[in-house]
């Protein structure tokens, strides 16, 4: 059984940091992609970043160049450093899984986390 077990949220201050984690346990192999959603209250939940096997990157706009999306595969570890944090920033944010190479093919396998809160006052 896959499962993924985010840590590193908290409350921060506008302007401050916070590094999010995520760890896969369970039959999980070969990820295709791999990175961070989030939900804020009344809201849908959106893309952050995420990272494919090559390298590729995929960044919401309101982020880009304040939040790095890293991965080592060695340790099924996802990562998402947050700099410069602001208010709207404030949601759950979910680590997420989205394919596994299985024999050389793309599977569409998709596994979600439980979430962290990240809380950023002004």
């Known amino acids: 059984q896959v499962q993924l077990v985010e840590s590193g949220g908290g409350l921060v201050q506008a302007g401050g940091s916070l590094n999010l984690s995520c760890v896969a346990s369970?039959?999980?192999?070969?990820?295709?992609?791999t990175g961070w959603y989030r939900q804020a209250p009344g809201k849908q939940r959106e893309l952050v970043a995420t990272?494919?096997?090559?390298?590729?990157?995929n960044y919401a706009d309101s982020v880009k160049g304040r939040f790095t999306v890293s991965r080592d595969n060695a340790k099924k570890t996802v990562y998402l450093q947050m700099n410069s944090l602001k208010p709207e920033d404030t949601a759950v944010y979910y680590c997420?899984?989205?394919?596994?190479?299985?024999?050389?093919?793309?599977?569409?396998?998709?596994?979600w986390g439980q979430g962290t809160q990240v809380t950023v006052s002004s």
């Open positions: 990272i494919t096997n090559r390298g590729r990157f």
């Open positions: 369970g039959s999980i192999f070969n990820v295709h992609a």
């Open positions: 997420n899984v989205d394919g596994l190479w299985v024999a050389g093919e793309l599977n569409d396998y998709v596994y």
